[in-house]
């Protein structure tokens, strides 16, 4: 029984919970009140936080390795910086192909750097080998400390399944970047993968390292209007526009990025006005020429070019082949960007173009001013930093509300056990409480017994002893017919005394007043023998008790009075009256005696009897009475 109440307790507990319903339940479980202040860091932490971008679908998904049958087996991918570097950080960005969800990205993993090709002396960057890992599409941000290595090798030991296939398992990424110097310098470089697909144009090693992921452009949305650089609008792809950046002088550039255009009024169009066919140039050098093959649509991810050792004053982008927008053709860019050692010198910098379209949202300013279609760019390497540690809190999260669920259910099982405890408790005090009415019960009793018994003493061991005397008396004399009458009458009286003890001992622990009533017609009748009588009491009242000595001390009450009446007051007549409320009993006794003066009575004891029985009542009594008029007494006695 005891476990089936735990359970519905526990159970009712639940239910009246609400999910962060940890506060109130925390002075039954101090954990709560840390998890909470954690909660609550962890959300003020979040808010300050870049949101986590839509997922950008294209067509280079990134690197996937070949399929086998056994999870645990070991798949790695390897890329080569061409140099010994000190490093700031490594970041992976996991693959996304049709769903916007990781694709493959392996459950247990390690990051290594090494400047050994073959890894025989290695650093560990990161080891996520010894517990199962849930993938968000969220980059893994891995701080380097700027340890020295050129090569970085990325190895999964627990494969996932392949979708729609359990018994295949695979291991994919989308991008791997390396930041060195506050640039990614793993852009186009070597990459060494064995056992890999290359299924083009979605998979292939050199995906990885392309600058192409699934996270889009590092900005913060604003509301400016500015969409960045537009040409003018051609009827034909095959036409010729160009852009041109002066940076004032000659200067480093570390790298060249191209931020494609996504205006407002084209939310469906990324990748806006991004050329097919074009060609970089710096101070007339070519730097990269993609006209006689088309270029991917970036989307909405940026485009960026290594120009390590590149001195220049001015670049070029010449589009030879436009992007079809409707039914017309034409080249736009949001932002172009020149980095030299991890600044961007080119905002701001003189645009002057071939040809232009000069809108609010598009000019040559827009080119360089630092946004993109949507916002404002940010430092990429930070920005990566950012979403990564928003991924490590939200996870973070995830494991706290399951951890303060776990600790509002124990906090509900203490209150279980508590109410049991309080139950049990209750139930202790409420058979002490019994046992101990049971036992004032014997005591009262008890007490009660004694009374009776000195009442036996002292009514019936009077009237025998006042017989014995009497009859000892008869004995001695001739004539015994006086003492002979006085013992006829003092056997009467202990009789009659003897019957109203038995009553009450009879009568049980709360006798009906109307038991009373009957008890005291009957002592009437014995007592007032030659005197007319009358008794009165209420009709139909059989439901109204007492205690039992609240009927003793009436009863001996009444039987004094009358007593006293039939001994003294030489009366014809007596009314007697008894009537009764809810809370209240009241009883008239009169004669048409001879009466008394009452402030004159000094001997004796009955009048004290009766305002001492009154007193234990709880009530009070009146005696009114004149000489030659008779005598009134009026009892009032609360029913407790």
Avoid at 126 to 134: I, N, R
Avoid at 198 to 217: A, F, I, N, R, Y
Avoid at 620 to 626: A, C, G, N, Q
Wanted: glycine content about 6%.
């Amino acid at each position: 029984m005891m476990p089936r109440l735990k359970s519905w307790l526990l159970s009712l507990a639940l239910v009246t919970t609400t999910a962060q319903a940890g506060a109130p339940w925390s002075w039954l479980n101090a954990k709560l009140t840390r998890l909470d202040d954690e909660h609550q860091w962890l959300h003020a932490e979040l808010a300050q936080l870049p949101p986590m971008p839509a997922p950008q679908p294209h067509e280079h998904a990134g690197f996937h390795s070949g399929i086998t049958a056994q999870p645990d087996a070991v798949r790695w991918i390897q890329i080569d910086l061409g140099a010994e570097r000190a490093l700031d950080a490594v970041v992976v960005i996991p693959a996304m192909l049709g769903a916007a969800e990781a694709h493959g990205f392996p459950r247990r993993f390690r990051i290594d750097v090494s400047n050994d090709p073959l890894f025989a002396e290695s650093t560990t960057l990161l080891d996520q080998t010894h517990g199962d890992v849930e993938m968000p599409l969220a980059p893994w941000f891995v701080p380097a400390l700027s340890v020295k290595a050129r090569h970085v090798r990325f190895t999964a030991t627990k494969l996932v399944p392949k979708p729609h296939l359990a018994n295949q398992f695979i291991f994919c990424l989308g991008e791997l970047l390396v930041f060195s110097g506050g640039r990614n310098v793993a852009l186009h470089i070597p990459v060494l993968a064995p056992k890999s697909v290359e299924t083009l144009p979605t998979w292939s090693p050199k995906h990885v390292v392309d600058g192409c992921h699934t996270l889009g452009l590092p900005l913060r949305a604003d509301n400016l209007n500015g969409n960045g650089w537009h040409s003018a609008i051609f009827n034909r792809a095959a036409a010729t526009s160009s852009v041109r950046v002066d940076l004032g002088s000659v200067r480093d550039i570390d790298e060249i990025r191209l931020i494609p255009a996504h205006p407002r009024d084209y939310p469906d169009r990324s990748g806006f006005g991004f050329p097919q066919r074009f060609k970089i140039e710096a101070d007339e050098k070519i730097l990269f020429d993609s006209t006689a093959a088309d270029f991917t649509n970036p989307g909405d991810t940026p485009v960026a070019f290594p120009t390590p050792g590149l001195r220049a004053r001015s670049l070029q982008i010449t589009a030879t082949r436009l992007w079809e927008r409707s039914g017309d053709f034409v080249f736009a860019l949001a932002e172009l960007q020149a980095f030299a050692k991890g600044q961007n010198i080119a905002r701001e910098a003189t645009v002057t173009s071939s040809d232009s379209t000069i809108t609010a949202a598009w000019n040559h300013a827009n080119l360089v001013d630092g946004r993109a279609s949507a916002g404002v760019l940010l430092d990429e390497a930070r920005w990566l930093a950012d979403l990564s540690k928003r991924r490590e809190f939200e996870v973070r999260l995830t494991f706290l509300d399951i951890e303060t669920k776990l600790a509002v259910r124990k906090a509900q099982e203490r209150a279980v056990y508590l109410a049991l405890a309080l139950a049990a408790l209750g139930i202790i005090a409420t058979l002490a409480f019994l046992f101990h009415l049971r036992r004032s019960r014997r005591l009262e009793m008890e007490a009660l017994r004694q009374r009776i018994s000195r009442d036996l003493h002292d009514e019936i061991g009077s009237h025998l002893g006042s017989i014995r005397l009497m009859s000892e008396l008869a004995l001695r004399e001739d004539g015994a017919s006086e003492s002979l009458e006085e013992i006829h009458r003092l056997a009467g009286e202990a009789a009659e005394s003897m019957r109203g003890i038995i009553w009450l001992v009879r009568e049980g622990d709360a006798p009906k007043l109307t038991s009373l009533v009957e008890a005291m017609r009957q002592s009437a009748g014995s007592l007032l023998k030659g005197i007319e009588w009358t008794l009165a009491s209420p009709e139909g009242g059989d439901a109204a008790t007492a205690s039992l000595e609240f009927h003793r001390q009436v009863f001996l009450f009444f039987r004094e009075a009358v007593y006293n009446i039939a001994r003294h007051a030489k009366a014809m007549r007596v009314s007697l009256q008894i009537t009764w409320q809810a809370k209240k009993l009241r009883m008239v006794i009169e004669d048409d005696g001879c009466g008394f003066d009452v402030s004159a009575v000094t001997a004796g004891n009955g009048l004290a009897n009766l305002r001492h029985r009154a007193g234990v009542l709880g009530g009070d009594v009146k005696i009114t009475s004149e000489a030659g008029k008779g005598t009134r007494i009026v009892l009032e006695a609360p029913l407790s």
